[in-house]
Structure formats: C-alpha cells, structure tokens
C-alpha cells in the first residue's frame, strides 16, 4: 500500500492505474484497506480536480465509492467531503447547456427527429464526461445505501440535486440517477410504514421533507414520461410507484400530470411489451393508493387503454391489465360508503364486463389470466352487479363450470365470496343450489387454501343468501365440519366454529346434525392447550347459540353436563358414559392442562349469564363448601364463578366471600392463584361492595399480600376498559399509596404485580401519577426504582392514550436510570425502553443519540460480573451481566424495526458481531438481528460478511461433548439451525456470491453430511420458521 501511495506521484498514465488498483483492492479487501484511507484520501481527491481528465476523475470517484462500501468505519469522517464532489460532478457536462427554459415546453408536443438533432449537435465520440457523471451516480448511491442516519442531510442537500439532473441527456446515467432516487425512498420507507400518520410529522422529520419535494418529482418526472426511451419511462415509472408506496396519496393532486405519460406509453404504438407491462404495474400501484375520485376524470381515456390492453395477445400484459381493472371497476363505484353507479360511467362498466368476459370464457389461455379474469368478474359483480343484472345467466354459468374445475377452483371460490358479500345483494340464488354441494366437497379435500376459502364463502352464502339455503344443504355442510374442529390447525377451526354459528342462527332446527362427530371434536379441542383468542371466543358464541336452538339432547342442561364432565372425569379413574349419543374419544384419559380448565370454565360462564347464573353459582358453591370436592373441581369452580362474577354482580350470594377468601389457605398454589384471579373478577362486577373489602384485606392480611394484590391487579385491568371508571377513580389515591407500601418488597413476583398496577393506575390518571413516579425516582432503593420503570413499562401500550403527550416530555428522566450503578435498575430501564420502541417509538427517536452509547455499552461481556460457584465437586460459572446483555440485544432487535433511520448501521453491526461470539442466548438473538439486517440494510452487511461469518462458522464447527445431556445436544442442534438461517440470509444479500469466505464456507457446509443435511432442513422449513416479511419471529426463540 505505501508502494502505491508514493506511486500516486507520477505522471498521469500510472497515476490512473494505481488509483485503479487501490479501488480493486479495496472492492476485495476493504476491511484491510481502511487503515490507510487517511492517506490515500487527500491524494485522490486532489486528482478530481485536475483539469481537462475525466477519466482520472472517473477512477477517483470509483475508489472513493468502493471506500464507502467496504470500509464504512474509517471513510465516515470524509463522508461530508465525498458527498459534495458527487453533488458537482453529477452535473458536470461541459460539451453541453442545459437549457433552464425546457421546463416550460412540459407537455408540449416535440417532434422525435428534431430532439434527435438537437442530441447530434452537442454528441462527441471523445465525450467521455458521462462516465464521471455515472461515477458520481453510482457513489451517490453507495452513499444513500449505507448511512441510513444522514436521511435528514439527504433529503436536504442530495434530493433537490438529483430531481434536477432527471433532465440528464445520457441515458444510462439517467437511469442511475433515477436509482440513486429510487434507494433514496426505500430507505425512507422503513420509517414511514412506522409512523401512524406520516401528515403529522414535524418539518424536519425525512418524510416531511419528502412530502415538501413531491411536486418538484413530479414535474421533473412527467416529462420524462414523453422520452421516447423505454429505459426512461420504466424508471420513472419505478421511481413513482416506490414513491406512491411510501407516502400514500401523495400524487392526488398531481395525477392529472402523470395520466398522459401513462395514456402514452400504452397505446405508443412503438412500445414494447416491457413497456405496457411496468406501466400497468405502476397503475395498479397508483390507483388504490389515491382516494378513487381523483381518477374520474380520466376514465374516458384510461378505461379504453386498460381494455386494449386486456385484449393483448401478450399473456403477461393481459394479467396486468386485469388486475388494473379491478382497481378501476372499485373508482368506478366504491362500496364504502355505497353510492348509486353514476350513469356516465355505465359505457365504462359494459367495457370492461365484456372485454373480462372473452377471457373468462377462453378455455385455451395462461393459467394466470384464468385465475385473474375470475377474479376481475368476482369484482365486477360485487361493484357492480346491479348493473350487470341481464348478464347474470351468461358469466355465472362459467362461474359454476369453473368451480369444478381443480386447477381454477379456489380462484372462483374467492370470486363468489366477493360478490356474495356485496352490498348490492347480488341475484345468486339459482345457481346456489349447484354451487353449495361442491362448495361442501371442498371441505374434506387436503388443501388448507381451498377450506379457508370454502368456510369463509359459505358463511357469507348463510348469512346473505339464508332464503335459498335449505336444510339439505346445512346437512351436507354438517357432514364435513367433524374433521376440521382441531388444535392442529387453529384457524381452520375458527372458521369452522363461525360458520357452525351462523347456521344455527339460521337454521336451528338443522342443528340435531351437529351431534357426534362435531360436539366430539368440539370438546377434544376445548380440552387443547392452545384453544384461546379468537379460536375460544368463536366457542364461546357457538354454544351460546347452539344453547338457544332448543335442539333435543343440546339444551342448557345438556350442554352444561357435556362441559362439566371432563372435568369430573379428570377427577376419578373411572369412565361415565356421554349422554345424548356423544362418544368418548378414547378409553384411557390424559391429565387435563391447566389453560383447559379456563376454556370450560369461560364455556359455562357463557351459558350460565345466557340462562341462569344465579342458580349455576349457589349450586357450585354448595358444592365448594362441602370439602369433599377434588383440587381439580375446586379450581374449576372458582374459574367459572369468576368470569361469570365479571360480568353479572353477584353480592346478593352472602357465602361467595368467606369461599373465595377459604380457598386462598389451599395447599395447591393453582387453587389458591385461582381464587384471586376469581375474587378480582367478582369484584369487577360490584365495586362499591367489594373493592374497599380487597383493600381493608391487603392491608391486614400480611400473609395472602400477594394473592390481593393479583386480585388488585384483575380490578384494576378490567377496569381500564371499564364504563365504571368513574366508581373506581376515588379509591385511586388510597390504592396507590397503599401499592408504594410494598415497591420494595423483596419478593420480584410480588413487585411485579405492584409495578403493573401501578403503571395501570397511571393510565387512569397520568396527570399527577406519573408525576409521583418521577419523584421515586430519587429514592436510595434500587428495589424502588425498579418497580417504578416497571410500571412506567406498563403504561407504555400500543393504542392512543391519554397519557402520551406527558409522557413524551418525562421519558427522558426515567431512561436516565441506564446510568445507574445497580444492575437490575438498568435491566428493567433497557426493558422499558424495548417496550417504547416497539408501542411507540416516536417517545425515544429523537433520544437515540445520548441513550445508544449507553445501550451498546451493556452489550459488552463484564469479566468482573462472571464467578465461579461451588456445587459439591463441581464449579459452575455464572455470569451476572447476562440478562442485561440479553435486554440490550433485544433493544436492538426492536430498533431495527422502529428507529432505523436514527441508528449508525455501522457501528449497529460492530456490537452485533462481538454478540455472535457471546452466550447461547445472545448469539440467538444476534442470529435473528443478521437476518433482520440483511433484509432491511443489504449494502453495510456485504461490506461485513467476512467479519460476520467467522463467528458463525465457529459455532457451526464446535462440538458437544459426547456424555453431554440430551438438552445439550437439542440446544446445539437448535443453534446451528439458527447460524443456518443466519447464513442463507446472507447469501440472499445481492453481491454475496462474490465474497470467497462465505462461498468457501457453504461449500464445507456442503461437504459435510451431517451439516448438509441440517442446512437442507432449514431452507426446505424455511416458510413456516419465517413471518410473512420474509424474516424469523423473535419469539420463536
């Protein structure tokens, strides 16, 4: 390197090849290369400025752009210097004036051979100044890829820069420019799809900015939209719908200047297929992201141009275009709120039917425009069904024809449930009775998509089109529905539970079908651990349904029995028959699980509160207060007095207090959490009764403090979505200071449930609580503190609340405590920090950059925090810094996500390499963390895949010992799984198949059989270990 660097003295001829060669070096060792930028640097950019040399300028700017890929740490401080010289040389063309009066020729007509003359007139083959300019573009956008922080800076220096070379003459760089625009607003996308309302951000927020500058794009933009040049108008196309995406609606106003681009580039009779493809892609982007009346105006000649388009003998342009004319039929007659089809735009809907309609009866055509003719007709009948009532008996024929058909069925599936659920009532009826078997027939086939389809279609059909639903056909549906009430598929089970409901509030006396099969499997899921949400409340109006059907053998009492009896069952050995013709599911019964018990418990509040509540409570605590009931009927009665005490008041039963206060002195600690759960629920329902009682009982019974205090709790969070709150605000004083009483009790469960109520109460009442909070804050006892950031975590939620706008002035004071010298102060800071940045990152964005340095300064492994402890013969190391490493990995997690743009990417991913080396449990976050990365921030992590693979590798390549415990093996087994995951985002990275040690190590991956094996396991499973992004679950580890 410092040959090179003296070698920089010469003449001009070896001063561009080694500037040549220090940009080589840097492109395949930059990481090795950045200790010597503070010398090369000043050198080459004293080359730029030579005179009459555009190729050594065009090397220079080269190098500097390789710089900022592969060496992001040391070039930052020249940053500002390289951004300036890209900004001049962007507009350098000394062999051509750029005319400032051709702004005023937009939308003006100009002859294609006279811009053409023009272009000779100023071309010279020895010309080569484009190439710098190219340069300057491509560094440009290594800039705008990597310094997510600088989006402000961008938007004020580099954007109105870029909007005004748009005009640039060549069209190459026109087209880097157009990208450098282009990763400009992809960058801001990340933290507009953050914000609740991008309107209401302040001015010098980078979406602001961009908002500011949408005119100056557009008029820039549309009269490129006139260049004959394909490549042009695709880019400005992109550029357009990123910028639709990331500010929605903000070419309202403007579509009027966009729509003759468009119009031109479909009906140009010298346009290519590419062309009309991205134009109708750019349309389908724009119009359902504009409010639908800024298009009316414009249907007379968008309409015309998307039909010739649908009637394309190009397949691809054909699918396009119909998608488009989904979006036009819903601006032609939105639904919401419904309005009368205006009669101008009728000529408009008997296009777009008929030329629909020649693709949807065209049997020999590609399978995508199958699939999107059925569905751009599904659209036209929901929007506009009324109007099309003569074409009934032609297009759904079709419909019922391709309903069989195995290949295009789930499409027509979707389509019927479109129109069926149209406003407009769409005359269905004699084709349902064709329709509804082969619907039925669709439950038992193995296809997830096809059933979700399916239930959602007939529970639409029940709803809207009962009259023509006969009970011949609730039987068929009946006859399928057994087999699809599982835990192992959840939603498919919702579903099925909600179209169940339907039918019996249409058809109740079709409900005697439901017994056996489906009352079996009913209960088998009730009995499920993972029955909750929507899967249980969906139960919960079925059986409140079914219970009021009067169906013979399914009446309350009946049901009542059903419910109760798993939990009887649970309670002795032997087995009693089911009544009313239900079979058990198997002879030998396993144990019920706990979330059970609260299922059947919520089942029998449900029906009892429908029919007679009072009589099912004396009878359970009759039954209560004999003793002679097993643990598991004791717990299962205090659940069900409880949520049927949340919702009916229950004070007139004089024995309800003395059995929920006797079960508190249980030996079992589920009876005992039961009955405090039970007695916060019951308080619920009387107030004024009962919430001085669990006061008067927290303050004088020392021993059962914290069981009060879950009842507490209950009551205070039912209460914050409560009509009562008004009842419950006198008591808030008293209740809070009797809640500091106990913030430094030793016990952390206890002051858990202390901080959460407190954070609740302060939800009620922000004004002078949170302001009581802050002075806590003051107090010597670290146990203090933490239970006051605690609860200010709890009044951290994901919904508006009033507390908010205080909050955001006082948050600062509470994340103050992450410079505290106790360890558990500063984790349950990082903790509520974590809950900020995920519910509401607007209180700590701009807080990022006095609390990140303290954030990355506890991802640092502590020696003095990490002893040894004694077991018998055995030293076990324990490393007290551990939890609060892993909340500040977390912190960065959720950043990722919420602050990206306020975040030193750069420096972000030094802390996540040392965490890739640390503890089992970090390295699984930091794993997800380089997913997450390179996804989002694909430029930084290629210029650190070596850094980032040396850890993974090492991990990959370290054994467990062979007399290790089972755990131990699973645990390794399950790391590598996650450094796998690590690595195949990696190679997705563009760029990485040139890096020589990831290639190197997926082909030792792949040469070992026991780790090619796992890596093919975790591409093939990829799908489900991923979210719908593309990325892993945080939870999932």
Not at 463 to 473: C, F, R
Not at 924 to 930: A, K, R
């Amino acid at each position: 390197m410092h040959y090179l660097l003296k070698g920089l003295d010469g003449n001009k001829d070896t001063t561009r090849t080694y500037i040549q060669c220090i940009g080589c070096i840097s492109r395949q060792a930059g990481h090795r290369i950045g200790p010597f930028l503070n010398e090369f640097i000043p050198q080459i950019m004293k080359f730029c400025n030579v005179d009459d040399d555009d190729e050594l300028r065009e090397y220079c700017i080269q190098a500097f752009e390789s710089f900022i890929l592969k060496s992001p740490k040391e070039i930052t401080d020249y940053v500002g210097k390289i951004l300036s010289l890209c900004l001049k040389y962007l507009s350098y063309d000394p062999n051509y004036n750029y005319d400032e009066d051709d702004e005023e020729m937009e939308g003006m007509d100009v002859d294609d051979d006279e811009d053409d003359d023009v272009d000779d007139d100023y071309s010279d083959d020895d010309d080569i100044s484009w190439k710098v300019r190219r340069a300057a573009a491509k560094c440009l956008n290594a800039v705008v890829t990597t310094r997510h922080h600088m989006l402000t800076q961008l938007y004020t220096d580099v954007s109105p820069i870029l909007i005004s070379r748009f005009k640039e003459r060549e069209e190459n760089v026109k087209s880097d420019i157009f990208q450098v625009y282009i990763s400009l607003l992809r960058q801001t996308k990340h933290i507009a799809s953050a914000l609740p309302n991008h309107k209401s951000v302040s001015e010098g927020h980078p979406v602001a900015r961009l908002r500011s500058q949408v005119p100056a794009i557009v008029k820039s933009v549309t009269r490129q939209l006139r260049e004959k040049s394909f490549k042009t108008r695709q880019s400005c196309f992109s550029l357009l719908a990123e910028l639709t995406v990331v500010l929605s609606g903000c070419l309202s106003d403007h579509v009027s200047s966009i729509i003759p681009g468009v119009i031109y580039s479909l009906t140009d009779k010298n346009s290519n297929s590419t062309m009309k493809i991205d134009t109708l892609s750019f349309l389908n982007i724009l119009i359902p992201n504009q409010p639908g009346q800024v298009f009316h105006q414009h249907l007379g000649v968008l309409i015309p141009a998307v039909v010739a388009a649908v009637k394309d003998s190009f397949y691809k342009i054909v699918s396009e275009a119909l998608l488009v004319s989904q979006q036009l039929v819903q601006v032609l007659r939105p639904l919401e709120p419904l309005q009368p089809l205006s009669p101008e735009f009728s000529p408009y809907v008997k296009q777009l039917y008929e030329c629909t309609l020649i693709r949807l009866r065209a049997a020999d055509i590609d399978q995508e425009v199958k699939e999107r003719a059925i569905s751009c007709m599904g659209r036209l009948l929901c929007n506009v069904g009324d109007a099309l009532s003569t074409e009934l008996p032609v297009c759904l024929p079709i419909f019922i024809d391709r309903l069989r058909n195995e290949i295009t069925r789930l499409t027509v599936v979707k389509a019927l449930t479109l129109a069926a659920s149209s406003p407009l009532k769409v005359e269905l009826s004699s084709y349902l009775t064709e329709a509804v078997p082969i619907l039925a027939s669709f439950l038992r086939k193995n296809n997830r998509a096809l059933k979700l389809a399916t239930l959602k279609c007939l529970d639409v059909l029940v709803w809207n089109y009962s009259s023509i639903i006969t009970l011949g056909m609730v039987s068929q549906v009946l006859q399928e529905c057994g087999p699809l009430i599982s835990e192992s598929d959840l939603h498919i089970s919702q579903l099925t539970l909600t179209l169940l409901t339907s039918l019996c509030k249409v058809h109740p006396s079709a409900m005697t079908g439901v017994k056996g099969d489906i009352m079996a499997q009913l209960f088998l899921l009730m009995k499920s651990p993972l029955l909750q949400g929507a899967v249980l409340q969906s139960m919960l109006e079925f059986l409140y349904c079914l219970s009021a059907s009067n169906t013979p053998g399914l009446a309350f009492a009946d049901l009542m029995t059903l419910l109760t009896q798993p939990i009887h069952e649970s309670a002795t050995p032997t087995t009693s028959p089911l009544p009313s013709g239900t079979q058990a599911t198997s002879a030998s019964r396993p144990p019920l699980h706990k979330q059970a018990f609260h299922s059947i418990a919520k089942c029998v509040a449900a029906l009892a509160l429908a029919h007679n509540a009072d009589q099912v409570v004396e009878e359970f605590l009759a039954k209560l207060n004999d003793g002679r009931q097993s643990e598991s009927i004791q717990l299962f009665f205090l659940l069900s007095l409880g949520e049927i005490g949340r919702r009916k008041d229950l004070s007139s039963h004089s024995q309800l207090e003395p059995v929920i206060l006797g079960a508190f002195s249980s030996p079992n600690e589920d009876i005992k959490t039961a009955a405090s759960s039970a007695l916060g629920a019951v308080a619920v329902g009387n107030l004024t009764k009962y919430l001085p009682f669990v006061l008067r009982e927290i303050g004088s019974q020392t021993r059962r403090q914290y069981l009060l205090l879950h009842s507490l709790k209950e009551i205070i969070s039912c209460e914050s979505n409560s009509q009562l709150i008004e009842t419950f605000r006198p008591h808030i004083t008293e209740i809070w200071q009797m809640l500091m009483s106990h913030s430094e009790c030793q016990e952390e469960g206890t002051r858990n449930v202390v901080a959460e109520c407190l954070g609740k109460l302060t939800l009620l009442q922000p004004d002078p609580l949170l302001g009581y909070l802050q002075d806590q804050l003051g107090s010597p006892s670290p146990l203090t503190k933490a239970t006051v950031i605690t609860a200010v975590k709890f009044t951290i939620t994901d919904q508006p609340q009033a507390i908010d706008e205080i909050l955001t002035g006082a948050i600062n004071t509470f994340l103050s405590c992450l410079r505290d010298p106790d360890l558990n102060v500063r984790r349950v800071a990082l903790v509520m920090f974590n809950s900020a940045a995920h519910n509401k990152p607007g209180l700590i964005r701009d807080l990022l950059t006095s609390v990140l340095p303290l954030l990355y300064k506890e991802t640092k492994v502590r020696k003095d925090l990490i002893r040894e402890v004694e077991m018998g013969p055995f030293k076990h190391t324990v490393d007290d810094g551990l939890d609060l490493r892993k909340a500040a990995f977390e912190c960065m997690y959720t950043l990722l996500d919420s602050c990206l743009d306020r975040v030193d990417i750069f420096e972000f991913l030094n802390h996540v390499e040392e965490g890739l080396s640390d503890h089992y449990d970090v390295k699984m976050l930091t794993y997800l963390m380089v997913v997450r990365l390179a996804n989002l921030s694909p430029g930084p992590v290629l210029q650190r895949v070596e850094r980032l693979v040396v850890p993974i590798k090492k991990t990959c390549d370290t054994k467990v010992r062979t007399n290790s415990v089972k755990q131990e093996f699973e645990k390794h087994d399950e790391l590598k799984r996650s450094a796998l995951r690590a690595i195949i985002a990696l190679q997705g990275v563009p760029g990485a198949e040139k890096n020589q040690q990831l290639s190197d190590f997926i082909s030792q991956i792949k040469s070992s059989h026991d780790m090619s094996v796992l890596y093919s396991s975790v591409q093939k499973d990829g799908g489900s270990s991923l979210s719908g992004s593309g990325e892993p679950r945080l939870m999932e580890f």
